[in-house]
């Protein structure tokens, strides 16, 4: 789920204009439409009681509606996704020594999510956030904007855990444990 920024907030504006030229022309309100649609489709699965996306679409690193807890050690260019649900990420088990750098990426769209960190591990953490919001461990937050945080035992030009996170309306917790 590549999104840039710019992609996202075209797509806002064009949905919005074309509501306002439906309300207008058509005497149709689209926003009620689509947030009754969507009303209707969450019923649905609640009454289903299963997940009613295809299984194929999704990737191994994605949550959709649904409650998910990884405690694998994170590879490289990984990226994980929450929509819709919540995930739980226990890096602590994990050896504090790092042999290269390791970059992830992880989106919280209408989610949460909550990250679990070694301290003695090099880890850097970049958040930005829309609507939402992001704390990190030592009771800093953000909910418009961008807040870096790193460990104590991170050193600049050495290999670290890189941490690059996305919220829209949603929240994101680090945690040293």
């Known amino acids: 789920m590549k999104m840039v920024p710019g992609f996202f907030w075209g797509l806002v504006l064009i949905l919005i204009g074309l509501a306002i ?86 989106n919280v769209v209408f989610g949460a999510a909550v990250i679990k960190i070694n301290p003695d591990m090099p880890v850097r953490i970049k958040s930005e956030a829309v609507f939402g919001g992001s704390r990190m461990p030592d009771g800093n937050t953000v909910a418009f904007g961008s807040i870096n945080y790193t460990t104590r035992s991170f050193i600049e030009n050495t290999p670290h855990l890189y941490i690059e996170s996305d919220v829209v309306f949603g929240g994101i917790e680090i945690m040293e444990k």
């Open 21 to 106: 030229i439906f309300r207008v022309v058509f005497d149709v309100n689209l926003l009620r439409i689509i947030i009754a649609v969507l009303i209707i489709l969450f019923g649905i699965r609640i009454l289903v009681g299963k997940n009613w996306m295809p299984e194929r679409s999704q990737k191994e690193h994605d949550t959709f509606f649904s409650d998910r807890t990884y405690s694998e050690i994170p590879e490289d260019k990984t990226e994980y996704n929450v929509i819709f649900g919540k995930s739980v990420y226990d890096f602590t088990g994990h050896d504090s020594i790092l042999r290269e750098p390791v970059k992830i990426k992880i």
